[in-house]
């Protein structure tokens, strides 16, 4: 049994969970609205409170979908109900961020402004040196702010560029000259 596969997620209070044809999954909460298809080899039930994803049999490509098919639904509930954000922070001398309605204008060293249209659903944010993604969808928030890092990866001489907030640049030591 997978074990992460087999533990049944609680649904909050003010959340929603309807199940269509297809293992179609739609999930309302306060936040808003998710809508997912799942695998259709799995059973979704919900019961007293919960959901619960079944699998038909001990087939290695079910077993995979087990715990996947359980972490997408878990994700879907804490999305409408808390929200997911990721942050990102700018290093470098005149790499800075600004914000204009939906668009994101980034000065990265580049000869022109980088400009980006924040997609559906996500939301941007600047402070100071610091940029906030936050949305329902953890995929979306995850995928867009990959997208913002890969504008300017951070480099390994001088930590200059964007990176998340908690990644861990290694450093490496530059030339010597030769005597």
């Known amino acids: 049994m997978s074990r992460i596969g087999k533990m049944p997620i609680a649904i909050p209070s003010g959340v929603t969970v309807n199940m269509a044809e297809n293992n179609t999954v739609t999930v309302k ?67 800075r961020a600004a914000k204009q309605g939906k668009k994101l204008t980034l000065s990265l060293g580049f000869s022109h402004p980088v400009e980006m249209e924040d997609p559906e659903g996500i939301t941007t944010e600047v402070k100071d040196n610091q940029i906030i993604v936050s949305g329902i969808s953890k995929e979306a928030v995850g995928q867009y702010a990959a997208v913002i890092r890969d504008k300017k990866r951070p480099e390994p001489y001088k930590g200059k560029g964007i990176k998340y ?13 030769k005597k």
Do not use: C, W
């Open 29 to 95: 909460g306060p936040k808003g609205e998710l809508t997912r298809t799942l695998p259709a080899v799995l059973t979704i039930k919900q019961e007293d409170g919960n959901i619960v994803v079944e699998r038909p049999d001990d087939q290695k490509e079910n077993k995979a979908l087990h715990g996947l098919t359980r972490s997408l639904l878990n994700n879907m509930v804490i999305g409408v109900t808390e929200g997911y954000s990721k942050t990102l922070e700018i290093n470098g001398v005149g790499y």
């Open 165 to 177: 907030i908690d990644e861990v640049i290694r450093r490496k030591v530059g030339k010597t000259g």
